[in-house]
């Protein structure tokens, strides 16, 4: 079915005293399961900072894992940012991929460098959709 749309399942919030994802390990922020056919994946990774610090990098990715990063189908961006308390970011990253299964589950994964800060992951801020187009 051309055109066809799935919502992924994204991971929810946590506390802003208990954050989430720690720094230099792949954080899974959701899935999405897909059938049959050629399909467009979008995922969006944001989160929250919580105190002030900075990121030297950041690897998103969409791929089969959910705990390891998909070299081929993400981005990486290693300029360092100063990050202040109360403020949120997002990278997106899409992939075009074939399901030759009767279903295969697709992970959005993302790992950080980061000192002096924390990061939580947020529901509101992040989203993974696939689009069938063949």
Do not use: E
């Not at 900072?49 to 081929?72: E, H, K, P, Y």
């Not at 009767?102 to 000192?115: D, E, H, R, V």
């Amino acid at each position: 079915m051309l055109g066809f749309g799935s919502t992924g399942t994204i991971t929810a919030d946590t506390l802003v005293s208990a954050p989430n994802i720690t720094s230099t390990t792949t954080f899974s922020y959701g899935s999405v399961t897909l059938s049959y056919g050629v399909w467009l994946i979008y995922g969006t990774a944001g989160f929250q900072i919580t105190t002030n610090g900075t990121i030297t990098a950041v690897q998103v990715s969409i791929g089969a894992t959910a705990t390891t990063l998909s070299g081929n189908f993400g981005i990486k961006d290693d300029s360092t940012q100063t990050v202040t308390n109360a403020t949120y970011m997002s990278h997106q990253v899409m992939r075009i991929t074939s399901i030759s299964a009767a279903s295969s589950t697709q992970y959005l994964n993302a790992k950080y460098t980061f000192t002096g800060c924390t990061l939580n992951s947020r529901v509101g801020y992040s989203s993974l959709y696939a689009y069938r187009i063949a």
